[in-house]
């Protein structure tokens, strides 16, 4: 009896069994305890599991600052006096820490880690076992102030604390080995790669046994031959058939072809159905990540190391927009006609301010969610252009990729009628930084107006997108971007914020800058980008909208005339990604990833072939001095209408489809009525060439079948 009540006795067998099983699970727990000490140790020990690293300056408590390597990883910051980590100055534990931003009047960018009761952050040992640090200025023991060099390091050291911070045990969730690390991948991973490698296998026996240029095309044929239809048409057309300002073909060079061999044709381009665009303001910057896709996305953390470059990573297809960074780059000119206006202005002052307003009006179109266009393969191009019914022109783009490794865009848009034209590349680099990455477009567009012989350099702002892993996933654009006239001595800077951490929804998309002339500063600037920007003038202290894309304004841009697929060539990007795009848009991530792992494996093979061997682009050619990307066929001659015949549009069916030629200032004098004698020989064997290619294909559907 115990207390009145009668109390159930164990048996000796019960007895025993609580007793082995108490006993076992003592062992499972010093066996946890064991791993778990293991692991940390392990994680502190290995140079290559390091979230981040970087110098920062540390205040003390004799508030002075000092200069300290950091190397952040999960759960732990450890603080060393050099990069070799040869000399340990603490080790913070980050479970117990908190992290804030911390307002500052002095340069770059504060941020402060402290214990939420006031007690010591610091651990006894160091990673090696030491017992003390090295000497150095006396740091607190329950807070630290740091400071990075500018603000965007500041944001980036923050994300990844955060995700240290929320994400202790990082390190045992995807850096496990053998079997554990398997488990992780699931079945259908596996079915996955069991169908990409026979897919792999079926492109191998079938694309390159016969013909590299089925799939790749032929980029090993004669200089004097063209290496596929595109090339041909990029060539023979735009060298031999087109005006040079921006227009169409007359009626008469379509008639003035009396020889019997085929003369070079227009290129048919057709106005563009939809143009996807998410509504304005913040909410289209903003996503949340479903559970399935964070799986792939903690699956795709084992790919990644700190700072590395994604250009270099498999991504994931949910993450994809569905189109290629070549035709990406082209949404800087659906505002195409405020250049046209700019070369119109009579004050280089005017002219400055214009520019900066069909900059902005570049970065309001975006996609719907946070997407990231295909990485372009090497040799890949892409075209289109725009109507500018005001003035009766037409503004071309074209683009090709120049190189993979480093992934370099370069691009030329022309419109001579209207006296302008944009050079440039750019290198497209992106660091993953824990919970966010950055976006870097390094590379100069130059901005040349033809009448006026004046050239502006401008640059571009970088991405940045927080909230990978955990949070709600943010877009924003970041960073200093300048627009320059050398001539003039016009300058213009302009600075893309990123949100503070303690900012509400009116410091989201904020800008700032201002205009120079020489010394003299004559305006400044301010608002969003995504909506209204206006200009203070500083003589006389008024202020006007100089942009806002107001749904008026959203309707006026100009239509972009494409290539229908059909007519484009196999290395053109609508063609070359069409199966990637369709898997896309149906919400089949298996066949997109199949279809993308095609064309990856395919540019893999043809870069083990051509081994040592440079890649020649053929649109683009680099100044060995400068190392610029430039058009092959540019000019800088204005425009005459005594040298070129004024283009008349030809409309050909309800559709409003109309005859152009892609021809780029290319032309010049050797812009003929009729082709010559060699160009017609050309033309015949490249007809042949194909007739040969389709013959092949032919051949392989019949084997198949």
Not at 190 to 199: K, P, V
Not at 409 to 430: M, T
């Amino acid at each position: 009896m115990f207390n009145g009540v009668e109390k159930d006795c164990p048996s000796p067998t019960e007895k025993l069994a609580r007793k082995e099983s108490l006993k076992l699970q003592k062992q499972n727990y010093r066996q946890e305890k064991k791993r778990a000490a293991k692991e940390l140790f392990s994680a502190l020990k290995d140079p290559s599991v390091v979230i981040m690293s970087n110098w920062l300056k540390i205040r003390s408590s004799l508030k002075s600052w000092t200069k300290l390597w950091c190397a952040l990883k999960p759960g732990v910051l450890l603080i060393y006096k050099t990069p070799k980590s040869d000399h340990w100055v603490g080790t913070i534990l980050l479970n117990a820490c908190k992290l804030i931003e911390r307002p500052s009047k002095k340069d770059g960018f504060c941020f402060k880690l402290y214990h939420p009761l006031d007690k010591s952050i610091w651990a006894v040992k160091g990673p090696k076992g030491e017992n003390v640090g090295s000497i150095t200025q006396p740091l607190p023991s329950n807070y630290l102030i740091f400071r990075a060099a500018s603000e965007s390091d500041g944001r980036c050291w923050m994300d990844a604390l955060e995700l240290a911070l929320s994400c202790s045990s990082l390190y045992k969730l995807t850096a496990k080995t053998g079997r554990e690390a398997d488990i992780s991948m699931s079945s259908e991973s596996s079915h996955i790669l069991h169908l990409l490698s026979d897919r792999a296998h079926h492109v191998a026996s079938v694309h390159f046994r016969l013909n590299d240029s089925l799939l790749l095309g032929n980029h090993h044929m004669e200089q004097d031959g063209f290496s596929d239809r595109s090339e041909r048409e990029a060539h023979d057309e735009w060298d031999t058939t087109a005006n040079e300002n921006g227009g169409r073909l007359t009626e008469e060079s379509d008639v003035d072809q009396t020889d019997e061999s085929p003369g070079p044709q227009a290129t048919p381009y057709v106005e563009q159905g939809t143009e996807e665009m998410a509504e304005a303001g913040e909410a289209s910057q903003v996503e949340t990540v479903s559970e399935e896709n964070k799986g792939l996305i903690w699956g795709l953390l084992k790919q990644l190391r700190p700072g590395m470059d994604l250009s270099k990573v498999v991504l994931p297809t949910f993450i994809l927009e569905p189109r290629s960074f070549l035709d990406k780059l082209s949404d800087y000119y659906y505002h195409a006609n405020l250049l046209s206006q700019a070369v119109q202005e009579e004050s280089a002052y005017g002219r400055i301010k214009q520019v900066l307003r069909w900059y902005l009006s570049g970065f309001y179109k975006k996609p719907k969610g946070l997407k990231k266009p295909y990485n372009p393969i090497l040799g890949e191009t892409f075209r289109c252009c725009w109507l500018h019914p005001q003035t009766d022109s037409c503004t071309f783009y074209i683009a090709e990729q120049v190189s993979h490794h480093p992934p370099i865009s370069a691009f030329h848009v022309c419109n001579r009628k209207d006296g302008f034209s944009i050079s440039g590349s750019i290198l497209a680099k992106s660091k993953f930084y824990g919970n966010s990455l950055s976006a870097i477009l390094d590379g100069k567009a130059r901005l040349l107006f033809l009448n006026r012989d004046e050239e502006y350099v401008i640059t571009m702002p970088y991405a940045h997108c927080k909230g990978i892993l955990y949070g709600t996933m943010t877009l924003e654009l970041g960073g200093k971007v300048t627009i320059e006239c050398e001539k003039t001595k016009c300058f213009l800077e302009l600075e893309f914020k990123l949100k503070p951490f303690l900012g509400g929804a009116c410091s989201v998309n904020q800008i700032s800058g201002k205009i120079f002339m020489g010394e003299e500063l004559l305006a400044t600037i301010d608002g969003h980008w995504d909506s209204e920007v206006f200009v203070h003038e500083k003589q006389s202290g008024q202020q006007e909208t100089l942009w806002n894309p107001t749904p008026d304004v959203r309707r006026s841009r100009l239509k972009r005339q494409v290539v229908q697929i059909d007519q484009q060539g196999e290395f053109e990007s609508e063609r070359l990604w069409q199966h990637v795009t369709s898997a896309i848009k149906d919400r089949d991530q298996l066949r997109a990833t199949q279809e993308k792992f095609v064309l990856e494996e395919a540019q893999r093979k043809e870069a083990k072939e051509r081994g040592e061997k440079p890649w020649t682009p053929h649109l683009f050619h680099q100044d060995p001095v400068t190392s610029d990307w430039t058009y092959r066929h540019i000019e800088y001659e204005p425009y005459c209408t005594r040298n070129h015949s004024l283009a008349l549009t030809k409309m050909r069916d309800s559709q409003h489809a109309c005859c152009l030629v892609c021809q780029l200032p290319a032309v010049g004098p050797r812009a003929l009525s009729r082709p010559c004698s060699r160009c017609n020989k050309e033309v015949k064997d490249i007809a042949q060439i194909e007739a040969s290619i389709t013959s092949i294909k032919k051949t392989q559907l019949d084997i198949q079948r």
